[in-house]
């Protein structure tokens, strides 16, 4: 079993939809919890990230994280076209290098 | 443009052959990664630099995987002997890190595609 499990997907929505994302991990150790949004064939890109439990909001973005339950979320509100990528959650402990551990990303397409 | 860049972009070979990729980071971030990513996952972990210095690597880092920082600015990953399951993305971070530091953002190359025929 993989410490992070993400749905692939993909997902299609309707331009304006509220998008949400999840992540579960296993690892009680994760406190810092990273959204990546990656474009094809581009590299990742940092949208929020949160330590430990808690929301956090930007704009049309929100990230939750509850480690309680080893749950993460990212809701997009008012998608857009441009919105279509792939989403990633990304972990880590504190300290340890700071390597980061991925979900296998959760593609996206937000149709007009 | 001031972000991580890598080199080559794309890179096919035959099996068998030897290859290596150059990352070149943000000016003077001292931590450097190298990640993998193949078709529908997402990337992961294969080793770190502080400065010169590699810190740790991960068990995915075969024995025909070398990966260097000479003087603490870009690196390059070598890998030896290539197998088609060496074909994948191969992703290059970089982040400026100091003590008693939380949060510090690992920013993004666009990657070198590798195929191995």
């Known amino acids: 079993q993989k410490e992070v499990e993400q749905d692939p997907g993909p997902l299609s929505v309707p331009e304006g939809a509220i998008v949400s994302l999840n992540c579960t991990y296993s690892n009680s150790a994760f406190q810092y919890f990273m959204w990546y949004r990656q474009y094809s064939r581009k590299g990742p890109e940092l949208l929020m990230y949160t330590y430990s439990s808690g929301n956090k909001e930007d704009g049309r973005f929100t990230a939750q994280v509850d480690k309680s339950s080893k749950y993460i979320s990212l809701f997009i509100r008012d998608s857009q076209p441009s919105d279509s990528a792939t989403y990633l959650c990304a972990m880590r402990v504190t300290g340890g290098g700071n390597k980061l551990t991925f979900g296998t990303g959760t593609q996206l397409k937000v149709e007009l | 443009d001031t972000g991580v860049s890598q080199d080559p972009r794309h890179k096919i070979t035959k099996r068998g052959q030897n290859v290596t990729f150059r990352c070149d980071p943000i000016s003077e971030h001292n931590r450097l990664y190298w990640y993998r990513q193949t078709l529908g996952q997402g990337p992961e972990f294969l080793t770190y630099f502080q400065n010169e210095a590699q810190l740790e690597k991960s068990r995915l880092l075969s024995d025909r995987f070398s990966a260097e920082r000479p003087k603490g600015s870009f690196s390059t990953l070598e890998i030896q002997r290539t197998e088609q399951g060496d074909s994948a993305m191969y992703l290059c971070?970089?982040?400026?890190?100091?003590?008693?530091?939380?949060?510090?953002?690992?920013?993004f190359g666009p990657g070198t595609r590798l195929t191995v025929l």
């Open positions: 971070a970089s982040s400026l890190s100091f003590a008693g530091q939380g949060y510090n953002e690992q920013f």
